[in-house]
């Protein structure tokens, strides 16, 4: 195995404007993060290895809502048309207490036109692999996992293992895009992510199953006491995804609790759905502790994704987040003659904004959650809130905009 280097000479872009030789770039994982960060590197002039330790990316997790500001990221990809074919558009979240009452309409949609999409998070990888099977300056392995790795001045080595053989190599920044259990971040001892005590309950439902009024054409979120649900559609609108949040870290199936019992006195075009939904499958929320650091190994490790912040998905932001820190570093890397330095471009940018998504999870967590009575004036002060005011309270959220692309010349 041997990590091809970036282009060279003035093909490669800024990068290449400024380096010699290019720098050597792996990538641990190829989920959203680590596909996202290859296509942008190759977009930059910069060739990439992406090591997957799946042997087949194969359909893992559920829906996921991509707002604006991870979707022009994807727009400077080309990869719009893609999405759009596999996703469905909302205009807003519709807001409504646990009995069904409306409480308000939060609008989604960006001055730009860049929409925001329901998905399901296996169509999104899907479009992200064509894409990167198609780009020649990205190498993917899969069945490919990444071991020990060590650091000095100058580079990493890393060490990887395909089909019970060990090879290592030298890379000069090791991408650690390895999701909320990340191998590299528990490799440099950094605290675990933790349990939020709370459970997401996770299932679709084919549309076809469904009577047109259990369809939700945007997403939908219900609010109880320490619970809550949200519903969109997906896959082209040919299925909704449902999930449940609760209390508790709910692990296993065994167990025989399959829906808990709260939601299933709740509004009949939820529990409509739950009639209609297979077992939902419960997924244990864990979020990664505010205080670690996304750049590691004497600068040669950068952790992007889930593996530097994966957080709790009541702002339904931890692939954004992923998709943004992807256009960030990768910018940071084609400007940067010096790749460390680049690395802690990247930490000192998108520090102060994950914190900013952190807090916001936290305020909708506190808020979505409220018992009776604290829940009334919750949603009287929504319900007088002009529609562009609650869209205007996510402006610095959805309205972000990416780093320009410096374009390979001819
Ligand atoms: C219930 C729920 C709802 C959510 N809803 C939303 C939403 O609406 N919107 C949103 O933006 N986000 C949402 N998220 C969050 C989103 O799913 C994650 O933030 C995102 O998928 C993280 O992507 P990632 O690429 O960082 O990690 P992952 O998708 O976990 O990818 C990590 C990859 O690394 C590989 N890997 C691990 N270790 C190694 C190794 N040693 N060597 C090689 N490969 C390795 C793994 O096999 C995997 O393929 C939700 C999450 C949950 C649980």
Same mark, same amino acid.
Do not use: C
């Given at each position: 195995?041997?990590?091809?280097?970036?282009?060279?000479?003035?093909?490669?872009?800024?990068?290449?404007?400024?380096?010699?030789?290019?720098?050597?770039?792996?990538?641990?994982?190829?989920?959203?993060?680590?596909?996202?960060?290859?296509?942008?590197?190759?977009?930059?002039?910069?060739?990439?290895?992406?090591?997957?330790?799946?042997?087949?990316?194969?359909?893992?997790?559920?829906?996921?809502?991509?707002?604006?500001?991870?979707?022009?990221?994807?727009?400077?990809?080309?990869?719009?048309?893609?999405?759009?074919?596999?996703?469905?558009?909302?205009?807003?979240?519709?807001?409504?207490?646990?009995?069904?009452?409306?409480?308000?309409?939060?609008?989604?949609?960006?001055?730009?036109?860049?929409?925001?999409?329901?998905?399901?998070?296996?169509?999104?990888?899907?479009?992200?692999?064509?894409?990167?099977?198609?780009?020649?300056?990205?190498?993917?392995?899969?069945?490919?996992?990444?071991?020990?790795?060590?650091?000095?001045?100058?580079?990493?080595?890393?060490?990887?293992?395909?089909?019970?053989?060990?090879?290592?190599?030298?890379?000069?920044?090791?991408?650690?895009?390895?999701?909320?259990?990340?191998?590299?971040?528990?490799?440099?001892?950094?605290?675990?992510?933790?349990?939020?005590?709370?459970?997401?309950?996770?299932?679709?439902?084919?549309?076809?199953?469904?009577?047109?009024?259990?369809?939700?054409?945007?997403?939908?979120?219900?609010?109880?006491?320490?619970?809550?649900?949200?519903?969109?559609?997906?896959?082209?609108?040919?299925?909704?995804?449902?999930?449940?949040?609760?209390?508790?870290?709910?692990?296993?199936?065994?167990?025989?609790?399959?829906?808990?019992?709260?939601?299933?006195?709740?509004?009949?075009?939820?529990?409509?759905?739950?009639?209609?939904?297979?077992?939902?499958?419960?997924?244990?929320?864990?979020?990664?502790?505010?205080?670690?650091?996304?750049?590691?190994?004497? +600068?040669?490790? !950068? #952790?992007?994704?889930?593996? /530097?912040?994966?957080?709790?998905?009541? $702002? *339904?932001?931890? &692939?954004?987040? @992923?998709?943004? +820190?992807?256009? !960030? #570093?990768?910018?940071?890397? /084609?400007?940067?003659?010096?790749?460390? $330095? *680049?690395?802690? &471009?990247?930490? @000192?940018?998108?520090?102060?904004?994950?914190?900013?998504?952190?807090?916001?999870?936290?305020?909708?967590?506190?808020?979505?959650?409220?018992?009776?009575?604290?829940?009334?004036?919750?949603?009287?002060?929504?319900?007088?809130?002009?529609?562009?005011?609650?869209?205007?309270?996510?402006?610095?959220?959805?309205?972000?905009?990416?780093?320009?692309?410096?374009?390979?010349?001819?």
């Amino acid at each position: 195995m041997t990590i091809r280097e970036g282009k060279q000479g003035a093909a490669a872009g800024a990068a290449g404007r400024f380096r010699t030789p290019p720098p050597r770039i792996a990538i641990a994982g190829a989920g959203i993060a680590g596909l996202t960060m290859a296509l942008l590197l190759a977009r930059h002039g910069l060739n990439a290895t992406v090591f997957e330790r799946a042997a087949a990316l194969e359909e893992v997790g559920a829906g996921l809502q991509l707002s604006p500001n991870a979707l022009r990221v994807l727009d400077q990809l080309d990869l719009l048309p893609a999405l759009r074919e596999v996703a469905v558009e909302a205009t807003s979240v519709d807001l409504r207490r646990s009995g069904g009452r409306r409480i308000a309409s939060v609008p989604v949609h960006a001055e730009d036109d860049t929409p925001y999409l329901s998905i399901h998070r296996a169509d999104l990888q899907a479009v992200l692999l064509a894409a990167v099977r198609g780009t020649p300056a990205i190498t993917l392995q899969l069945g490919a996992e990444l071991g020990r790795v060590s650091t000095d001045f100058s580079a990493a080595t890393i060490e990887v293992e395909t089909n019970g053989a060990r090879e290592h190599d030298v890379v000069d920044l090791l991408i650690g895009a390895d999701g909320v259990r990340s191998p590299l971040a528990k490799q440099a001892r950094l605290a675990p992510a933790v349990p939020t005590g709370t459970t997401a309950w996770r299932t679709t439902i084919e549309s076809a199953d469904l009577p047109p009024e259990f369809r939700p054409a945007n997403v939908v979120a219900w609010l109880g006491a320490r619970h809550h649900a949200v519903a969109y559609p997906i896959r082209a609108g040919r299925a909704v995804n449902l999930v449940m949040i609760a209390p508790g870290q709910e692990t296993d199936p065994a167990s025989g609790e399959t829906v808990p019992q709260q939601f299933r006195s709740w509004d009949s075009r939820l529990t409509g759905l739950i009639e209609r939904a297979a077992p939902p499958t419960p997924w244990p929320l864990a979020g990664a502790p505010a205080s670690r650091p996304f750049v590691i190994g004497g +600068d040669r490790i !950068v #952790l992007i994704g889930d593996a /530097a912040h994966a957080m709790a998905p009541y $702002a *339904a932001q931890g &692939a954004g987040m @992923a998709i943004e +820190d992807a256009a !960030v #570093l990768a910018a940071a890397i /084609a400007e940067n003659a010096d790749i460390t $330095a *680049a690395a802690r &471009a990247y930490e @000192a940018i998108r520090r102060p904004r994950i914190d900013k998504v952190r807090n916001r999870v936290a305020f909708h967590r506190f808020v979505y959650h409220l018992p009776l009575p604290f829940s009334l004036g919750r949603d009287t002060v929504l319900a007088l809130r002009p529609k562009a005011a609650l869209r205007s309270d996510l402006a610095w959220l959805y309205d972000w905009q990416p780093p320009g692309i410096v374009t390979a010349p001819a």
